[in-house]
């Protein structure tokens, strides 16, 4: 059965929450994460309050009841930046709103079938800001793929706190 594809506002996503939290915990109890209860809690928590963030929007991919795979995110205004940098972004990129996409999952056995590409595609569509950016872990596979197959560029970097070192990187909309 082919997935069903949906763009849900806040109040949908909401009632999502639990399912979520189980998609974030499968994916990222892979390697390199190796995340456990206390990310999927903080998680959670997150998620929870981004909600509420200007710009928010979620797509979701699902088979009947299970939840395959998510792409959400908020608008960033002007000026603000990932915690910790270590390597600033561009004025270009750090002046202007950017579509902040804050988690980008799908389930193992359904990746490579273009779920994930569709998913980004519907949350990106019609957006205002003129950039799309994202943190990637750099040892993750799909760091590699998110740059050489799909047109992501290095802008910055972070480190510090709850999270291991992130590459930021950046799309043009």
């Known amino acids: 059965m082919a997935p069903t594809y949906r763009l849900l506002d806040p109040q949908q996503a909401l009632a999502l929450t639990k399912q979520m939290r189980e998609l974030y915990a ?3 109890a892979e ?3 190796c995340e456990g209860p206390q990310f999927v809690a903080r998680f959670t ?3 929870t309050e981004e909600l509420d963030l200007p710009g928010f ?9 299970l939840l ?8 960033m205004v002007a000026g603000r930046w990932f ?9 270009e990129i750090m002046n202007v709103e950017k579509f902040a996409i804050m988690e980008w999952m799908v389930r193992q056995p359904h990746r490579q079938l273009g779920i994930g590409r569709k998913l980004l595609d519907l949350v990106l569509t019609d957006r205002p800001e003129p950039y799309a950016i994202l943190a990637s872990n750099p040892d993750a596979p799909a760091r590699q793929i998110y740059e050489k197959r799909l047109g992501w560029q ?4 972070t480190e510090g706190g ?3 070192p992130m590459d930021i990187l950046a799309l043009r909309l």
Do not use: I, N, Q, R
């Open 162 to 164: 709850f999270m291991p």
């Open 26 to 28: 499968e994916v990222y």
């Open 68 to 75: 395959l795979g998510a792409c959400y995110g908020w608008t």
């Open 57 to 65: 929007s979620l797509t979701a991919a699902t088979d009947g009841e």
């Open 31 to 33: 390697p390199p994460y």
């Open 45 to 47: 928590e997150h998620y």
């Open 154 to 157: 290095f802008c910055g970097s």
């Open 83 to 91: 915690s910790s940098p270590t390597v600033e972004p561009p004025a």
